[in-house]
């Protein structure tokens, strides 16, 4: 009985990575297209962060951001469907192209939008028109190297006390791969900590950071840097 059980469970796994699979490429095809009609339109589309990463890395990405130069009431045209939110930092689009939902940054430059970026790692664009990678902060570079390494932009607000989110960002990435982290990371991180705890201002992790960490091979590597870096063992209260 056991063995039918495992049995199913690989196949069911199997299922599932497959249709990820087949749902990506499909999207990745959808981008392609959209591509094409932005292009023609005299902008640029581009494939952006996590999706690059993980495409370098030889990996399937699970989703895709999206960002273009073109301003957010025209790229919303193109769309079958969707809705534009206003960010403090930047216009998005939330809508389907033929079926697949994409979010995308809209009307900004292409290298400033890197250069402020959280992780060097995850600063990267594709154009997938001409599979160019635009790479203003090496992560190329640190992911050959398997370095983890804030964007010269981060350092600048971590070491200034304000980067409860870069700061979870790199307890993620801890989690997930477990490389080495860069000194002046490592020392703007615990700045950043004892600048906190001197004006008494709380040091948190967002919830989705915290349950994404979770379900990470190196969650207590993780768990271990940020006790080192002396944040409170109660916030990582649904981790540990």
Not at 59 to 86: C, H, R, S, W
Not at 165 to 185: C, E, P, S, V
């Amino acid at each position: 009985m056991r063995f039918l059980v495992n049995n199913f469970k690989k196949y069911y796994e199997q299922q599932l990575i497959e249709a990820k699979m087949l749902n990506s490429n499909n999207a990745y095809k959808c981008i392609i297209e959209l591509s094409k009609i932005v292009q023609d339109a005299g902008f640029n589309l581009y494939i952006i962060g996590g999706a690059v990463r993980d495409e370098l890395l030889g990996l399937t990405p699970q989703d895709y951001d999206l960002t273009t130069d073109m301003p957010a009431n025209d790229f919303l045209k193109l769309l079958d469907n969707g809705k534009i939110v206003e960010r403090k930092d930047k216009t998005l689009v939330i809508g389907t192209f033929k079926g697949e939902e994409f979010e995308t940054s809209c009307g900004l430059d292409i290298i400033q939008q890197l250069l402020q970026g959280d992780l060097t790692i995850n600063s990267m664009a594709k154009n997938v028109l001409t599979n160019e990678i635009i790479d203003p902060t090496n992560g190329q570079n640190d992911l050959n190297s398997k370095i983890l390494r804030y964007t010269d932009y981060s350092l600048k607000e971590v070491n200034s006390g304000i980067g409860n989110l870069k700061m979870g960002r790199l307890l993620r990435f801890i989690a997930q791969y477990h490389w080495n982290i860069d000194r002046a990371t490592i020392d703007a991180f615990k700045t950043c900590v004892k600048l906190k705890q001197k004006a008494h201002k709380p040091i948190w992790i967002l919830k989705k950071v915290k349950e994404k960490i979770k379900q990470l091979p190196y969650k207590d590597a993780a768990v271990n840097f940020g006790l080192n870096s002396d944040i409170p063992k109660d916030v990582f209260r649904g981790i540990l």
